[in-house]
C-alpha cells in the first residue's frame, strides 16, 4: 500500500487548499477512505470519509460546511477540499483506508501511512 499526499501550504486565514491523496498497491475502488490530521503536538484527528462509490461523506462537526471530501477512482485518488481555513485547521494531513470507525485499524494498526502534506493557516 502506498499513499502520497499533496496540496498543502501556507495560506491566509479564509483561504483555500485542495488536497490530493494518490494511491497505489490495493484496489482502491474497494475501501472507504479518509482524511485525518495530526495538529502540532497533538494525536490524530479523524475529519471526513467517503464510501467507496463516493455516494455517502461524513465529517467531523468541526469542518462540516467548509471541507469536501471526493474520490476518483479511476484515477486512485482522494481529495479534500478545504475552504474558510481557519488557524485551528493546521495540522499534517494524512488520507487512511477505512471510514470513520475503521481508520486507525489500517493508519495505526497496519502501517499504512504517507508522509502526509502540511497545511499551515495564518491568522
Known amino acids: 500500500v502506498q499513499l502520497w499526499e499533496s496540496g498543502g501550504g501556507l495560506v491566509q486565514a479564509g483561504g483555500s487548499l485542495r488536497l490530493s491523496c494518490a494511491a497505489s498497491?490495493?484496489?482502491?475502488?474497494?475501501?472507504?477512505m479518509s482524511w485525518v490530521r495530526q495538529a502540532p503536538g497533538e494525536g490524530l484527528e479523524w475529519i471526513s470519509s467517503?464510501?467507496?462509490?463516493?455516494?455517502?461523506?461524513t465529517y467531523v462537526d468541526s469542518v462540516k460546511g467548509r471541507f469536501t471530501i471526493s474520490r476518483d477512482n479511476a484515477k486512485n485518488t482522494l481529495y479534500l477540499q478545504m475552504n474558510s481555513l481557519k488557524p485551528e485547521d493546521t495540522a499534517v494531513y494524512y488520507c487512511?483506508?477505512?471510514?470513520?470507525?475503521?481508520?486507525?485499524?489500517?493508519?495505526?494498526?497496519?502501517?499504512?501511512w504517507g508522509q502526509g502534506t502540511q497545511v499551515t493557516v495564518s491568522s
Open positions: 487512511s483506508l477505512g471510514d470513520g470507525s475503521t481508520w486507525s485499524r489500517y493508519l495505526k494498526g497496519y502501517d499504512y
Open positions: 498497491g490495493f484496489t482502491f475502488g474497494s475501501y472507504d
Open positions: 467517503i464510501t467507496i462509490g463516493g455516494g455517502e461523506t
